[in-house]
């Protein structure tokens, strides 16, 4: 590959944008709290970081992000569009070694992939998201930081449950290592 991305990753890119902007725009959840929702997107996004690496997963995060804020809101909430870019390539860059193609996808990978996705999600809604508001669009402290927190945890459990099933139903479609024998 050395530097480029392969048609693969240029056509996961394309597809997992899609199907983010598809999700974000029929399949949320509202939480009560403004413009915060329980987003089944996030949790496709990480299962496309798991399976495609950093960089599909951070420009899935972006593209699709900020096309489903033009089509639902008519315009980007940079600092939340740059939050799905940070999730989708720092889930993409640690959950690397989770390596479904041997077609396991036990209890060990399952505790590894949330872990990961926990401090990521962490770091990007409760920290990087509220601050970013208040940078970019001066926004009050109070408010995007129960936002923040809002969409965290609920982002961490869409992705817990829906990432974690996506991931184990991929699995179960690949061949398990030392699956086949030679016969005598």
């Known amino acids: 590959m050395k530097g480029n ?7 996961a890119i394309g597809i997992g944008a899609a199907v983010y902007v598809i999700l974000g725009r029929f399949l949320t959840i509202p939480t009560g709290i403004p413009n915060t929702n329980i987003e089944t997107a996030v949790a496709f996004l990480a299962f ?28 980007i909430w940079w600092s939340w ?22 077609g396991a996808f036990g209890t060990k990978k399952i505790i590894s992939f949330n872990v990961v996705q926990v401090i990521v999600q962490v770091i990007g809604w409760f920290l990087l998201a509220p601050l970013l508001d208040i940078i970019i669009y001066a926004e009050p402290a109070n408010k995007v930081f129960t936002q923040g927190a809002v969409a ?12 974690t099933i996506l991931l184990a139903a991929y699995a179960k479609t690949r061949t398990k290592g030392n699956s086949l024998s030679k016969e005598d």
């Open 152 to 163: 965290g945890i609920s982002n961490i459990i869409s992705v817990g449950v829906i990432g």
């Open 81 to 102: 569009v740059f939050v799905s870019l940070f999730v989708g390539l720092f889930i993409g860059l640690f959950a690397r070694r989770i390596a479904l193609e041997d």
């Open 5 to 11: 991305l392969s048609i693969r990753t240029i056509v």
């Open 48 to 75: 496309m970081a798991v399976l495609f690496g950093p960089v599909a997963g951070g420009l899935i995060g972006l593209f699709g992000h900020a096309l489903k804020d033009v089509l639902l809101w008519g315009s």
